[in-house]
């Protein structure tokens, strides 16, 4: 516990039934929505403000506002440039004060909906969307982005399913470790490959690609969507998150609390671990710091932290690391 640096809170953006992405009318103006990703935001990044993107098809106009300043907004206006669109990013808070700063950034379709409630409709756009979000983040892979490839072990109490996950494929290998194979305190341990997202350095990294490409910032805060109306840019693209429940009225849309604890980088810990304890608990040893999690808690809007979590996450992840000389 003496290791601890701080403790931090965020609201992942959960829709039980997945994220929207879609197009309506707003009086003159068009509105994309893209929004809704709970714990998955940085992964499906890409892929997601792809398919936003692809509602503009057939448009003759080439300027829009893309309202929030997170990872969707981010990615979501690059694309845009990338087409040739001049675009503002109107949003009440920079990227390093956004849900998406507060992520853990393992690249793992985790928390974006719930399967019981989701639709074929839905599964069939995240399947897309993750790909092409995958795709273009190996692409950035290096030290500019903050993305690396690094070893991920799952730890469980019980046997993994023979059936796999829809995504495996999007790991280069995976193979389960017997107990004489690993030092960890479970039963069953699977090792993959997986892709580490630092979001401090990503998030940094897309706000000078933005400006470079001619992009325009302006802190502006929007109570309601009429005021969107007095915007000049005829397309809107809404990737506000949380914030689309009172903006647009999205009753399903909920924040998912998440609790992390920071703890001094250890460069020896070239790895990550998923499970392995009771209820929610990772580990993702990043450049800047060795973070511990987690929880997800649907609803609780509570921004303090909970020192009974800390303290489960912390112990959680000392028995785990018991068996290590």
Same mark, same amino acid.
């Given at each position: 516990?003496?290791?601890?640096?701080?403790?931090?809170?965020?609201?992942?953006?959960? #829709?039980?039934?997945?994220?929207?992405?879609?197009?309506?009318?707003?009086?003159?103006?068009?509105?994309?929505?893209?929004?809704?990703?709970?714990?998955?935001?940085?992964?499906?990044?890409?892929?997601?403000?792809?398919?936003?993107?692809? %509602?503009?098809?057939?448009?003759?106009?080439?300027?829009?506002?893309?309202?929030?300043?997170?990872?969707?907004?981010?990615?979501?206006?690059?694309?845009?440039?990338?087409?040739?669109?001049?675009?503002?990013? #109107?949003?009440?808070?920079?990227?390093?004060?956004?849900?998406?700063?507060?992520?853990?950034? %393992?690249?793992?379709?985790?928390?974006?909906? !719930?399967?019981?409630?989701?639709?074929?409709?839905?599964?069939?756009?995240?399947?897309?969307?993750?790909? *092409?979000?995958?795709?273009?983040?190996?692409?950035?892979?290096?030290?500019?982005?903050?993305?690396?490839?690094?070893?991920?072990?799952?730890?469980?109490?019980?046997?993994?399913?023979?059936?796999? !996950?829809?995504? !495996?494929?999007?790991?280069?290998?995976?193979?389960?470790?017997?107990?004489?194979?690993?030092?960890? !305190?479970?039963?069953?341990?699977?090792?993959?490959?997986?892709?580490?997202?630092?979001?401090?350095?990503?998030?940094?990294?897309?706000?000078?690609?933005?400006?470079?490409?001619?992009?325009?910032?302006?802190?502006?805060?929007?109570?309601?969507?009429?005021?969107?109306?007095?915007l000049d840019e005829p397309v809107i693209f809404n990737c506000?998150?949380?914030?689309?429940?009172?903006?647009?009225?999205?009753?399903? *849309?909920?924040?998912?609390?998440?609790?992390?604890?920071?703890?001094?980088?250890?460069?020896?810990?070239?790895?990550?671990? *998923?499970?392995?304890?009771?209820?929610?608990?990772?580990?993702?040893?990043?450049?800047?710091?060795?973070?511990?999690?987690?929880?997800?808690?649907?609803?609780?809007?509570?921004?303090?932290?909970?020192?009974?979590?800390?303290?489960?996450?912390?112990?959680?992840?000392?028995?785990?690391?018991?068996?290590?000389?």
């Amino acid at each position: 516990m003496e290791n601890v640096i701080r403790v931090i809170v965020g609201h992942r953006p959960y #829709r039980p039934s997945g994220f929207v992405v879609k197009s309506e009318k707003l009086d003159a103006k068009t509105v994309i929505h893209n929004y809704g990703h709970g714990g998955a935001g940085i992964t499906l990044s890409w892929g997601s403000s792809a398919l936003a993107v692809r %509602e503009t098809l057939g448009m003759e106009h080439r300027v829009a506002a893309v309202i929030g300043g997170g990872v969707m907004g981010l990615t979501t206006a690059r694309l845009l440039q990338d087409a040739g669109w001049r675009v503002t990013i #109107r949003t009440k808070t920079v990227a390093r004060h956004t849900t998406s700063n507060v992520a853990g950034g %393992e690249w793992g379709v985790a928390s974006a909906h !719930d399967p019981e409630v989701s639709s074929a409709a839905f599964k069939s756009q995240l399947d897309f969307a993750a790909r *092409i979000a995958h795709h273009a983040h190996t692409n950035l892979g290096g030290a500019d982005y903050g993305i690396h490839w690094t070893e991920l072990y799952n730890l469980s109490q019980r046997p993994f399913s023979d059936e796999g !996950d829809k995504f !495996d494929a999007l790991y280069p290998y995976q193979t389960e470790l017997m107990p004489d194979e690993h030092p960890f !305190d479970s039963p069953y341990v699977r090792c993959s490959l997986t892709m580490m997202v630092e979001p401090a350095t990503f998030l940094r990294r897309l706000t000078e690609d933005f400006l470079q490409a001619g992009g325009k910032f302006v802190i502006q805060n929007f109570e309601d969507k009429s005021e969107l109306v007095t915007l000049d840019e005829p397309v809107i693209f809404n990737c506000t998150g949380l914030g689309a429940g009172k903006l647009f009225g999205d009753t399903e *849309i909920t924040p998912a609390k998440g609790q992390l604890v920071f703890m001094p980088p250890d460069p020896d810990v070239d790895y990550l671990t *998923i499970g392995g304890g009771s209820g929610l608990l990772y580990m993702f040893s990043r450049s800047d710091v060795l973070l511990l999690g987690g929880t997800f808690k649907p609803g609780d809007y509570s921004t303090h932290a909970e020192p009974e979590e800390t303290k489960r996450i912390v112990e959680g992840h000392q028995k785990i690391f018991s068996g290590f000389a």
